[in-house]
Each structure stands twice: as C-alpha cells, then as structure tokens.
Antibody
C-alpha cells in the first residue's frame, strides 16, 4: 500500500526549532518529488516546500530562510527542519507525493502532523 | 508568485444539481492545474490534474475544463451527491512555487 506517515509535530515556543519527518512506503520514494503543505486551523491549504528527486529545493517567501526540506532516500524519508518558528506557523503539516512532469498533481498525502507555536 | 483566486467562496446546492467552481490564475499556467477535495479532519484528495484529467477512482460526475487562456478554469459536478459536501481547492504547478486557491466550501441543502 502506498502510504505517507508524518511525525514530529508538537508544541514549540516562538523562535524555537522543530523537525518533522515523513515516512514513505509502497513506492520508489527516490524517484518522486515531494512536498510539504500546511493548513492553519479553519484556513486553506498553503504550500510550504518542495524537494525534487535530484535534491533541488523550493520555498515560498513566507518560510524561505527559516525552513529546510531534505530527504534521505535510503530510509524512504522526507524531513522539514523548522527554525525560528512563529505563531503563524501553527498548523497541520502534510507531506505529499508529486507525480511530476508530464502529469503532475499531489496524488498521495499523509494524515498530517500538528505543530503548535506558543509560549 | 502566481495567485489563484476561486469563486465562489461558499456554495449551497441541492442533490442532483449541476455545480461549477471557478479558479483564476494571475498569469498563464497553461494546463498545469489540479483540483482537490478535502473533508473535515482529512487530508486533501486529488480529483483532477492537468486541467481535465480525472484521477483514477474519482466519479465521472466530476470534470474539469479551461478557457484556453491558461488563466481561467472550472470544476464541474454534473449531479451533486450528498458525499460531495467538502471544500474544494485548485492548485497551480506551472512553476516550482506551487500555490493553492483559497478554497470553495460546498454545502448540500
């Protein structure tokens, strides 16, 4: 079964750090681009970061310089290192698989892990 | 960044109705558009990719189209069912910096 399972969420103070993990199974992880998408409570989806199969990374302005996406293909794992977190980073964080060119679309999603930034 | 704007923000319709949700991009995204359905407490589910391609397992009452300009797109549900109550999001993947629309909440009367 194709599956993504996030972990690592929790309570962190403003200015602190947190590392999220996403364990992939049931597919050849190394060949897919992967993403993190977040959702604040009661709000819409916000794309947070992406990493290509080749290791290239992309971020929106809102997290660039604070968040780092990485992957460890040997362990079928995706990571999101969150530094200098803000109250506005409080959200459910999903990892998602991208089928890539020429099809596209985020076709597999995890169940999400909740990050709460509060003092 | 490319901005995606959906309309309406909320929509109430009856079972059997034909429903249309619109998504506009701030610049041409050619055909790199997907639609997702999200139900409360669940992860989003891919419905449509490349404007009009139906994801495997998605009912055929869902369809997607584009105006040809690369900036205006629609998601149509041909005959609304009770299970279609959800929030729907469009998403562009024309550039490496993906963006989502703000969502359309679809309620069943």
């Amino acid at each position: 079964e194709v599956q993504l399972v996030e972990s690592g969420g929790g309570l962190v103070q403003p200015g602190g750090s947190l590392r999220l993990s996403c364990a992939a199974s049931g597919f050849t992880f190394s060949t897919y681009d992967m993403h993190w998408v977040r959702q604040r409570i009661g709000k819409g989806l916000e794309w947070v970061s992406a990493i290509g199969a080749a290791g290239d990374t992309y971020y929106p302005v809102s997290v660039k310089g604070r968040f780092t996406i990485s992957r460890e293909n040997a362990k079928n794992s995706l990571f999101l290192e969150m530094n200098n977190v803000r109250v506005g980073d409080t959200a459910v964080y999903y990892c998602a698989r991208d089928r890539g060119y020429p099809i596209g679309g985020l076709d597999v999603w995890g169940q999400g892990t909740t990050v709460t930034v509060s003092s | 960044d490319i901005q995606m704007t959906q309309s309406p923000s909320t929509l109430s319709a009856s079972v059997g109705d034909r429903v249309t949700i619109t998504c506009r991009a701030s610049q041409s995204i050619t055909a790199w558009l997907a639609w997702y359905q999200q139900k409360p407490g669940k992860a989003p589910k891919l419905l449509i990719y490349k404007v009009s391609a139906l994801e495997s397992g998605v009912p055929s009452r869902f369809s997607g189209s584009g105006s040809g300009s690369g900036t205006e797109f629609t998601l149509t549900i041909s005959s609304l069912q009770p299970d279609d109550s959800a929030i729907y999001y469009c998403q562009q993947y024309s550039t490496h910096l993906y963006t989502f629309g703000q969502g359309t909440k679809l309620e069943i009367k």
